[in-house]
């Protein structure tokens, strides 16, 4: 059994700051994409960046140049840094991990989901 267990999320003020963790755990060989998503209200969840297990990332437009994807791959850990946040990244943020078993099956999961919310 796999867990995603993230961290970090809360109320900010609009140019703010925060920063994501996620962490996986369980009976892990190996982890290949790591990414962030986000849900709003009355939305579809959408990409926010993901990157691979060498290091490569992709982020989506509208967080390119405020957001920084990061992973510890010692830890099985996922990192979101968000700078100059705006009321719109205001959202549920879920991370996904595409795990690999020792059996050699592999599967997606998902966290739990953080909430952030950038208001004055």
């Known amino acids: 059994q796999v867990q995603l267990v993230e961290s970090g999320g809360g109320l900010v003020q609009p140019g703010g700051s925060l920063r994501l963790s996620c962490a996986a755990s369980?009976?892990?060989?190996?982890?290949?994409?790591m990414g962030w998503y986000r849900q709003a209200p009355g939305k579809q969840r959408e990409l926010v960046a993901r990157?691979?297990?060498?290091?490569?990332?992709n982020y989506a437009d509208s967080v390119k140049g405020r957001f920084t994807i990061s992973r510890d791959n010692a830890k099985n850990t996922v990192y979101l840094q968000m700078n100059s946040l705006k009321p719109e990244d205001t959202a549920v943020y879920y991370c996904?991990?595409?795990?690999?078993?020792?059996?050699?099956?592999?599967?997606?999961?998902w966290g739990q989901g953080t909430q952030v919310t950038v208001s004055s």
């Open positions: 990157i691979t297990s060498g290091g490569s990332t």
């Open positions: 996904n991990a595409d795990v690999l078993y020792y059996s050699g099956r592999g599967l997606l999961h």
């Open positions: 369980g009976s892990i060989f190996n982890i290949n994409d």
